[in-house]
């Protein structure tokens, strides 16, 4: 039964609502104030389950908080305020120490949930 219920759920949530969650305030908070983060980051951070994490990512993703893209071997979650180029670039220097090439930067716009 919550199979069926919780996709619903996350349809017809507002962000206030979403935002009403302790936890999923404070992934939400983490990602608005560094950008951006992915899954396995969060877990560690929060102590968190990893499906749990997913949860409050997707929920989070639903009312438009946050999207998300491919890159690095990583899926990462991006605060919606950071435009997808400069997130990118951001991501690469931080994580990789390199500037994107003219490829990888295709590559993340194609899988960017916030273009399908």
């Not at 507002?14 to 396995?40: F, H, M, Q, T, V």
């Not at 994490?53 to 979650?77: G, M, P, Q, S």
Request: net charge positive; hydrophobic share 40%.
């Amino acid at each position: 039964m919550f199979a069926v219920i919780a996709p619903l759920y996350t349809r017809f949530v507002k962000p206030l609502e979403a935002l009403s969650n302790a936890r999923r305030r404070a992934i939400y908070d983490y990602i608005r104030e560094r950008g951006y983060s992915w899954p396995r980051e969060l877990e560690r951070v929060f102590n968190m389950a990893y499906g749990e994490v997913c949860w409050h990512l997707t929920v989070l993703e639903r009312v438009d908080l946050i999207y998300n893209f491919y890159a690095l071997k990583r899926r990462f979650y991006v605060n919606k305020g950071l435009p997808l180029d400069e997130a990118i670039i951001k991501i690469f220097r931080e994580q990789a120490g390199r500037e994107p090439s003219e490829e990888e930067v295709l590559k993340a716009r194609r899988s960017c949930s916030q273009l399908l």
